[in-house]
Each structure stands twice: as structure tokens, then as C-alpha cells.
């Protein structure tokens, strides 16, 4: 692996026992945007669990990451459900077109834009437009509502990233969230969907033509 290896203290198996069950219905929401027989690219996969959720229906799915940990907690979950369509790449968001060499139908990202730097969350966001041609994008709500599960999830944030992903993710919310990072990349958010508690909400936009 020449790329940088970048990992919270939480990446790997921490993330994949203790935190990937609660984001079920949340991942469920992404699988429904995606047809049968696609092929999608999973940017900023963690620990794989939305590749392999989505392996029984889609023809291929890449998963990209930049934690190494992630990523053998992933080829650990990819081993034991024996999907042979996933593959796992080490890379970064920023520049996809250097991890994998050909154009998808969806590119999806979950829950990775709000602790990226803007200028990051910018580029991840103009690279998938030129490796798919759908994206999908998901994360924390913005504004998170004035509700238990929307306190936890910004003292989430606080606890678990400590103080610099905090102010990340204080940056994510001020300028607009997902919407606001789309309208910066001069792109039109086209459907908007929120969970039932109304903290994660997904994004589809339009990528290259193909
Ligand atoms: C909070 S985890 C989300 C993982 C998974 N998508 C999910 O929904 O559970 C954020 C992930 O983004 C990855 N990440 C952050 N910046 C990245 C970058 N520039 N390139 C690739 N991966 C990145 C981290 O390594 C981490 O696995």
C-alpha cells in the first residue's frame, strides 16, 4: 500500500461490532435508491458492510478507503459471506480516478463527509461525478433535529472524533451539509430523503454521462 494510511482510533473492529449495527436502516435506505445488476463504487467503504449488503443484488461493487483498518475488518466481513463481486481498494476519496480505472452506475458515500476538511469534501464529491454516473450521497442531517437522537448524534461526534473532527463537523453543518457541499460543486441535489428520525439524510445527483 503506497497511499497514506489514515485512521481514527475507533476504525476496524470497534467501528464494524460496535457501531455498523446501528446504521441498518440507514444503509437500507441507500440499497433501495440502487437497481438490480448495477455496478457501484462504494467511496469511503469503512468497513464494507453497505458493499456486501448490496452484493446479492448489484453485478460489482469497489469499495474505497483510505483506513488499512477498515479495510481488513471489511476482507474479514467480505470472507465470511463469501460475496466474490466486492473488491476492496486502498485509496483516496480525492482522487478516485487513481483507485479504480473505469466508470460506474452509482457512486455512494456514507457518513465520511462531515469529518473531511471542505476542500476535501469538495474534491471527493467532483471526483465521483467523473467515475459514476449517479451518486448518492448520505450523512448526518443538517440542521439534526432538536430531538434525543439528534443531541446523540452531535455528542457522538464530540466523544468518539474528539475536538478537531468536531470542528469538521461543525464546518459540514454551517455550510449547509450534503446540499450545501453539492450547490459549492455546482451540482443540483435532485431527491432528498430522511430517515425516520430524521438524523441521516441521503442526496442523489446526477455524475458524468457515462
Ligand atoms: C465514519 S466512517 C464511514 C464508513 C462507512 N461509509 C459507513 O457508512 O459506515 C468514514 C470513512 O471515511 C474514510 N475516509 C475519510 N477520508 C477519506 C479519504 N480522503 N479517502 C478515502 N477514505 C476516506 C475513513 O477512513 C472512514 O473509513
Same mark, same amino acid.
Not at 461490532?17 to 463504487?41: K, N, Q, W
Not at 456486501?52 to 477498515?70: F, N, Q, Y
Given at each position: 500500500?503506497?497511499?497514506?494510511?489514515?485512521?481514527?482510533?475507533?476504525?476496524?473492529?470497534? =467501528?464494524? $461490532?460496535?457501531?455498523?449495527? +446501528?446504521?441498518?436502516?440507514?444503509?437500507?435506505?441507500?440499497? @433501495?435508491? *440502487?437497481?438490480?445488476?448495477?455496478?457501484?463504487?462504494?467511496?469511503?467503504?469503512?468497513?464494507?458492510?453497505?458493499?456486501?449488503?448490496?452484493?446479492?443484488?448489484?453485478?460489482?461493487?469497489?469499495?474505497?478507503?483510505?483506513?488499512?483498518?477498515?479495510?481488513?475488518?471489511?476482507?474479514?466481513?467480505?470472507?465470511?459471506?463469501?460475496?466474490?463481486?466486492?473488491?476492496?481498494?486502498?485509496?483516496?476519496?480525492?482522487?478516485?480516478?487513481?483507485?479504480?480505472?473505469?466508470?460506474?452506475? =452509482?457512486? $455512494?458515500?456514507?457518513?465520511? +463527509?462531515?469529518?473531511?476538511?471542505?476542500?476535501?469534501?469538495? @474534491?471527493? *464529491?467532483?471526483?465521483?461525478?467523473?467515475?459514476?454516473?449517479?451518486?448518492?450521497?448520505?450523512?448526518?442531517?443538517?440542521?439534526?433535529?432538536?430531538?434525543?437522537?439528534?443531541?446523540?448524534?452531535?455528542?457522538?461526534?464530540?466523544?468518539?472524533?474528539?475536538?478537531?473532527?468536531?470542528?469538521?463537523?461543525?464546518?459540514?453543518?454551517?455550510?449547509?451539509?450534503?446540499?450545501?457541499?453539492?450547490?459549492?460543486?455546482?451540482?443540483?441535489?435532485?431527491?432528498?430523503?430522511?430517515?425516520?428520525?430524521?438524523?441521516?439524510?441521503?442526496?442523489?445527483?446526477?455524475?458524468?454521462?457515462?
Amino acid at each position: 500500500m503506497d497511499q497514506v494510511d489514515r485512521s481514527q482510533w475507533f476504525y476496524g473492529i470497534l =467501528y464494524g $461490532v460496535f457501531y455498523d449495527p +446501528l446504521e441498518g436502516g440507514h444503509r437500507s435506505m441507500i440499497s @433501495a435508491l *440502487i437497481p438490480e445488476g448495477c455496478t457501484v463504487l462504494d467511496v469511503c467503504c469503512g468497513t464494507g458492510r453497505l458493499a456486501l449488503d448490496l452484493a446479492p443484488k448489484c453485478e460489482k461493487i469497489t469499495g474505497v478507503d483510505m483506513s488499512a483498518r477498515m479495510l481488513r475488518f471489511g476482507e474479514f466481513l467480505k470472507k465470511g459471506s463469501k460475496a466474490s463481486n466486492v473488491e476492496f481498494v486502498h485509496g483516496d476519496a480525492t482522487r478516485l480516478e487513481d483507485a479504480v480505472d473505469h466508470t460506474y452506475d =452509482y457512486a $455512494v458515500i456514507s457518513l465520511a +463527509l462531515h469529518e473531511m476538511p471542505a476542500q476535501d469534501r469538495l @474534491a471527493t *464529491i467532483r471526483s465521483m461525478t467523473r467515475v459514476a454516473k449517479q451518486l448518492i450521497i448520505s450523512d448526518h442531517s443538517v440542521p439534526q433535529p432538536k430531538t434525543i437522537p439528534g443531541y446523540l448524534t452531535t455528542l457522538a461526534e464530540l466523544c468518539f472524533g474528539g475536538r478537531s473532527n468536531f470542528t469538521l463537523y461543525n464546518e459540514f453543518n454551517a455550510s449547509g451539509g450534503i446540499v450545501g457541499a453539492l450547490e459549492q460543486c455546482g451540482l443540483t441535489p435532485e431527491n432528498r430523503m430522511l430517515d425516520d428520525k430524521k438524523i441521516r439524510e441521503v442526496v442523489t445527483a446526477s455524475g458524468c454521462s457515462g
